[in-house]
């Protein structure tokens, strides 16, 4: 079994994924009186032909590390966003593109991020490390499938720091 150390998330190292959602810097305009601060436009959500937007909330069982990654998944209709609605950290696997999932890549989301899997992006399941493991997911309801599954030939094991 293959041994992967999570590193912290950071949007330069998930860009090829997707977006890192999060609260950094000044915010693009103030509104309500000034009183909020609004981050604008932070994820390029893609529906694809015959696709809309739905909210559906997770309540997801927490697992711990060292975790065994067996299956990554991709939506290839659309985009997906998961925004915790907790204040943990939470574990995030993707793969890197092919027809078959490539060098598999793990990050410790921090209290606050969130974030956009772009259109066919391999990746884990949906992974809290604490109780409790709500998420409101963002991403694309339709008629047609949008989920395909790969099971790995060697589980690898993720470890923290």
Same mark, same amino acid.
């Given at each position: 079994?293959?041994?992967?150390?999570?590193?912290?998330?950071?949007?330069?190292? $998930?860009?090829? $994924?997707?977006?890192?959602?999060?609260?950094?810097?000044?915010?693009?305009?103030?509104?309500?009186?000034?009183?909020?601060?609004?981050?604008?436009?932070?994820?390029?959500?893609?529906?694809?032909?015959?696709?809309?937007?739905?909210?559906?909330?997770?309540?997801?069982?927490?697992?711990?590390?060292?975790?065994?990654?067996?299956?990554?998944?991709?939506?290839?209709?659309?985009?997906?966003?998961?925004?915790?609605?907790?204040?943990?950290?939470?574990?995030?696997?993707?793969?890197?593109?092919?027809?078959?999932?490539?060098?598999?890549?793990?990050?410790?989301?921090?209290?606050?991020?969130?974030?956009?899997?772009?259109?066919?992006?391999?990746?884990?399941?949906?992974?809290?490390?604490?109780?409790?493991?709500? $998420?409101?997911?963002?991403?694309?309801?339709?008629?047609?499938?949008?989920?395909?599954?790969?099971?790995?030939?060697?589980?690898?094991?993720?470890?923290?720091?």
């Amino acid at each position: 079994m293959t041994t992967l150390m999570a590193q912290p998330l950071s949007a330069a190292a $998930f860009t090829p $994924f997707g977006e890192l959602l999060e609260i950094t810097g000044q915010p693009d305009r103030l509104i309500n009186q000034g009183l909020c601060g609004r981050y604008h436009d932070r994820a390029k959500l893609d529906f694809g032909p015959g696709g809309r937007a739905g909210i559906s909330l997770f309540d997801a069982q927490p697992r711990a590390l060292p975790y065994t990654l067996d299956m990554v998944e991709r939506h290839p209709e659309g985009s997906q966003a998961f925004i915790p609605m907790h204040r943990n950290p939470w574990l995030v696997i993707v793969a890197e593109p092919g027809d078959i999932p490539g060098p598999i890549h793990a990050f410790i989301a921090a209290p606050g991020q969130a974030i956009n899997l772009h259109r066919g992006t391999w990746h884990g399941v949906l992974t809290p490390l604490h109780a409790p493991g709500l $998420f409101a997911v963002v991403d694309r309801i339709g008629e047609t499938a949008n989920l395909q599954e790969h099971w790995l030939d060697l589980p690898i094991l993720i470890i923290g720091e």
